[in-house]
């Protein structure tokens, strides 16, 4: 009988561990780090932009350097292959007195703008990482002041700038190196827009935000390649709702979807997203036919990062307004990127943010207006910009947690999800989510970097996930260890690959320390 008893508790105890392996979370989809770069850089001597290049699954960098005797900074462009190893290299005779602005590129092309000490005079560098090849040209405006975004379509650039306190694009031509300020766009300060270039399409989107206080509306502007008109259109909602910021899908297809935020008479803050097929035309009146509605009420993971007891408060609050013929406001503020295609329709993802003041503890849900930036850091002007006036001074930015979602090309909500970031904070407010799609078409690989530590989530699509993964970047030495990492940035780069990099102190297991600028892959 003893024995049938030790054989039985064996069984069970087989049969439990079983059923815990069945149960227990699956391991981390955990990306490789098969290759790192290390340039001799100090930070406070030195400033460094990254443009990876899908063309030829590469990059380029553009390194400026401060020597303490000259005075004079040194620029040059580095540019280095999949597997980060350098190919050539291309000093730029940038003149004294000019201070760098932005960079863009178009195929296997790099273009970065600088202005100078006179007003108006800006300066430009056109490297074709292929050949080698370094073209340079000034350019005289005398009414440009302020310069936002830059963006390269067909060999020429757009630039979006500040004249005379409105708005505009500055079209530099590199091939004749003549400019034209475009006469469709010239919009009063403050504003807030969103400019894209497609180019597949050949074609230059300017989605403007416009309101009176109480009602808002977008107006959408197509250009072409030499930057004329090819079509304006307004796009606003009906009742008591606004559009606040929107998206465009990408490509040269037979859909043409918009996605952006909504909100309710307050034009601070969003209440939900909308979705419009603009294919679909408009009625008699006005409307759009396929303008739909999404509250962050009626998503399933928009509100993850509160608890569940919480979030059931508030549903039941908000059906009680319902009741009485009111709704539930929210006050939330999102920062979107760049629409992406997928085979069922597109990706949106938006960062969910407030503002930090050095006046007032402010809650989350209790969020301030919007602060004045042009570019975020590490040199990469925003995808979305604004000029709001703030009657405070913020001390920066808080992201709390970013949301993805599916929609087919008609503008359905397939699915959302969401990626929760642990204290997460910035000067200057800026995409801080990167996102890539893995092989099986399926998944997305959501991550932010934060110190040394790349975090991230595998989204297939609405189904719940951990958030908490993360990985150390290692140092090329295996030996060696790194501290003191500073100014990190994440980028997007092909395939399942992304690009970390900063500064760091390097300190190997023998020999002296070293300080560098480091690029590591991260690959799915």
Request: glycine share 6%; with cysteine; proline share 4%.
């Amino acid at each position: 009988m003893k024995q049938l008893y030790l054989f039985l508790g064996f069984l069970l105890s087989i049969s439990m561990g079983w059923a815990q392996k069945a149960t227990s979370p699956k391991f981390p989809v955990e990306p490789r780090q098969p290759a790192r770069a290390e340039l001799l850089l100090e930070a406070y001597s030195s400033d460094v932009q990254v443009q990876p290049l899908l063309e030829d699954s590469s990059l380029v960098l553009l390194v400026e350097r401060d020597p303490i005797l000259s005075g004079k900074s040194e620029y040059y462009f580095q540019k280095f292959n999949h597997d980060l190893q350098p190919i050539r290299r291309a000093d730029i005779p940038v003149p004294r007195g000019y201070d760098f602005q932005s960079l863009c590129s178009e195929g296997t092309d790099v273009y970065a703008i600088f202005s100078g000490v006179d007003p108006g005079t800006l300066w430009v560098a056109a490297f074709d990482s292929r050949t080698g090849e370094l073209g340079t040209g000034e350019f005289k405006t005398k009414r440009t002041r302020g310069i936002h975004e830059l963006k390269a379509l067909d060999g020429k650039l757009f630039v979006t700038v500040e004249v005379d306190q409105h708005l505009t694009i500055l079209l530099l031509d590199l091939h004749t190196a003549k400019f034209q300020f475009l006469p469709s766009v010239y919009e009063p300060l403050p504003t807030r827009f969103t400019f894209l270039a497609d180019s597949v399409t050949k074609r230059a989107e300017l989605i403007l935000s416009e309101t009176n206080g109480f009602k808002s509306r977008l107006q959408l502007k197509q250009l072409s390649d030499d930057g004329r008109l090819i079509r304006s259109e307004f796009v606003q909602a009906s009742s008591e709702r606004g559009l606040l910021d929107a998206q465009l899908s990408p490509g040269d297809s037979a859909a043409r979807l918009l996605a952006g935020t909504y909100t309710l008479r307050d034009s601070r803050y969003s209440q939900g997203l909308f979705a419009s097929d603009l294919t679909a035309g408009v009625t008699s009146t006005g409307q759009r036919r396929s303008l739909r509605y999404y509250d962050f009420l009626n998503l399933k993971h928009f509100f993850d990062f509160m608890k569940p007891a919480k979030v059931a408060r508030m549903r039941q609050r908000s059906e009680r307004l319902r009741a009485s013929d009111r709704q539930f406001r929210h006050r939330y503020q999102l920062l979107m990127h760049d629409m992406v295609a997928t085979s069922e329709g597109f990706v949106l993802v938006s960062e969910v943010y407030y503002p930090r003041y050095n006046n007032s503890n402010l809650n989350y849900g209790n969020l301030g207006s919007l602060a004045n930036y042009g570019y975020g850091g590490f040199g990469y002007p925003s995808r979305y910009n604004n000029f709001y006036n703030n009657r405070r001074a913020s001390e920066g930015f808080r992201t709390t947690h970013a949301l993805i979602c599916g929609f087919d090309r008609q503008g359905n909500l397939l699915w959302d999800n969401s990626f929760l970031l642990k204290e997460i904070e910035h000067l200057q407010l800026q995409e801080t989510v990167r996102m890539r799609p893995l092989s099986d078409g399926r998944r997305m690989a959501m991550a932010y970097l934060k110190d040394d530590e790349f975090h991230y989530k595998v989204v297939d699509q609405a189904a719940s996930a951990p958030n908490d993964w993360q990985v150390t970047l290692r140092p090329a030495d295996p030996t060696a260890k790194t501290n003191d990492t500073s100014q990190e940035h994440l980028l997007t780069w092909y395939g399942g690959r992304f690009l970390a990099c900063g500064y760091q102190h390097v300190r190997p297991e023998k020999g002296p320390g070293r300080d560098v600028f480091f690029l590591n892959v991260l690959e799915f």
